[in-house]
C-alpha cells in the first residue's frame, strides 16, 4: 500500500517539508548558496514538487506550478521512494544503479544540494510527527 493516499497527500507533505526545510535559519543559506532547481517527478500517485534555490526564500512549487517551471535537473522516483529518501532510508547510489531513480539534469548541480539536503533527513521525521503522520513513518 503507498504511503501518501493521493496525489494531493503527496505533494502537500513533500512540498511543505520542502518549505520548512528552506526556512530553517541553518540550513536556508546552504540552500541559497547551492543556487540550483531541481524538479522531482514522483508517480503512484503522480504529483511533482519543484524547488528554485536561485532566490532567496528559495521558491517551493508543486502540481501544475511545478511543472510549468523549468529546472535544472529533473529526478524521477515512486513518492514511496521519495519519502523513503526523506527518511533517510533510500540509498540514492544503489536506487540510481537499478535505475529506481532517474535524472536528468546537470547532475554536479544537484549535488551542491547535498550540504544542506543531509541535516533535513532527520527533520522529516519530526516534521512527520509534529502533523500527526507517525503512521508514515513506518
Keep these: 500500500m503507498p504511503v501518501f493516499s493521493s496525489q494531493q497527500e503527496a505533494e502537500q507533505v513533500l512540498s511543505e517539508f520542502l518549505e520548512h526545510i528552506t526556512s530553517d535559519p541553518e540550513l536556508r543559506p546552504k540552500f541559497v548558496a547551492a543556487a540550483t532547481s531541481f524538479r522531482a517527478n514522483y508517480h503512484d500517485p503522480d504529483c511533482f ?3 528554485a534555490t536561485t532566490v532567496d526564500p528559495p521558491a517551493v512549487r508543486s502540481g501544475d506550478a511545478a ?4 529546472v535544472d535537473v529533473n529526478m524521477f522516483m515512486s513518492a ?3 519519502h523513503k529518501f526523506w527518511l533517510g532510508q533510500l540509498n540514492l547510489p544503489m536506487a540510481l544503479a537499478r535505475k529506481k531513480v532517474r535524472v536528468e539534469g546537470q547532475i554536479p548541480k544537484l549535488l551542491k544540494l547535498l550540504p544542506a539536503m543531509q541535516p533535513a533527513f532527520g527533520m522529516y521525521r ?3 510527527k509534529e502533523r500527526g503522520m507517525e503512521d508514515k513513518i513506518g
Aim: aromatic letters at 8%; zero cysteines.
Design 67 to 70: 511543472k510549468a517551471k523549468e
Design 126 to 128: 519530526t516534521f512527520l
Design 80 to 82: 514511496d521512494d521519495g
Design 49 to 51: 514538487v519543484s524547488l
